[in-house]
């Protein structure tokens, strides 16, 4: 799995990072974790169907990623 270095941590749990990451639900795969929505497209284009880009919370060395949801 491929993680940035230097990602910004989350301010609500040090042992996180905050990122857009490459996940596929199931059966669960995370590619990685990126600084950019942008880089994380690109990556996406590499994979096959079932992939989704979503930013959220990455806790380091684990595949434990928790997207974010919005409300408006």
Do not use: N
């Amino acid at each position: 799995m491929f993680v940035v270095h230097g990602l910004p941590h989350d301010p609500t749990d040090h042992e996180r990072v905050i990122g857009w990451a490459v996940i596929r639900p199931a059966p669960w795969h995370l590619v990685g974790v990126f600084a950019t929505e942008y880089m994380a497209r690109k990556e996406l284009q590499v994979r096959g169907d079932g992939y989704h880009v979503q930013l959220g919370s990455y806790k380091l060395g684990t595949q434990d990623f928790r997207a974010f949801t919005f409300e408006l």
